[in-house]
Each structure stands twice: as structure tokens, then as C-alpha cells.
């Protein structure tokens, strides 16, 4: 988890998705000013980690944090 958010974008998209809640690829991609194939790119990493997990159904389903992954997370870190 904590490699999936050592990379900038990744970290600004983490960042993102704890202030507003919920956002789709397109929202990051406006926001970022990055191709919107480099923008999956990252946000495949963070849900392959687990710290990211797809929010509703359709065409324009966005990500979501998993909050459980980030209370492991947290556990594991402060436990160290």
C-alpha cells in the first residue's frame, strides 16, 4: 500500500478521493492534466493495493477509498 502511494500522482489521486468522497477517471483526468490511459494506469495500481475500490454502477462509475484498507494500513504503520 504504502508503494502504491510513494508515486506523486498516486498520492494526489489518494488525497483527492479522501476530500471529496468519490470521483471518476474523467474528473482526474481534467485535474491532473494527464491522458486518461496514464490516469487508469494509477488508479489500477491503487485498487490492485487496496487502498481504492470501484463506487457504483454504469458508465460513469467513479472510486471511492476503501476505508478498511486505511485503517489496516494505519494499524500496521503504528504498530511498527
Known amino acids: 500500500m504504502l ?5 506523486p500522482v498516486r498520492l494526489e ?3 483527492t478521493l479522501t476530500a471529496c468522497g468519490e470521483a471518476n477517471c474523467i474528473d482526474f483526468t481534467r485535474h491532473a492534466d494527464l491522458a ?4 487508469s494506469e494509477h488508479l489500477k495500481v491503487l ?3 487496496g487502498l481504492i475500490q ?4 454504469g ?3 467513479g472510486y471511492c477509498i ?3 484498507a486505511v485503517v489496516w494500513m494505519k ?3 503504528v504498530g511498527l
Open 59 to 61: 458508465p460513469r462509475s
Open 3 to 7: 508503494k502504491a502511494l510513494s508515486h
Open 47 to 49: 485498487k490492485e493495493s
Open 66 to 68: 476503501n476505508k478498511d
Open 13 to 15: 489521486i489518494f488525497q
Open 36 to 39: 486518461q490511459s496514464t490516469i
Open 75 to 77: 494499524q500496521a504503520v
Open 54 to 57: 470501484q463506487c457504483g454502477l
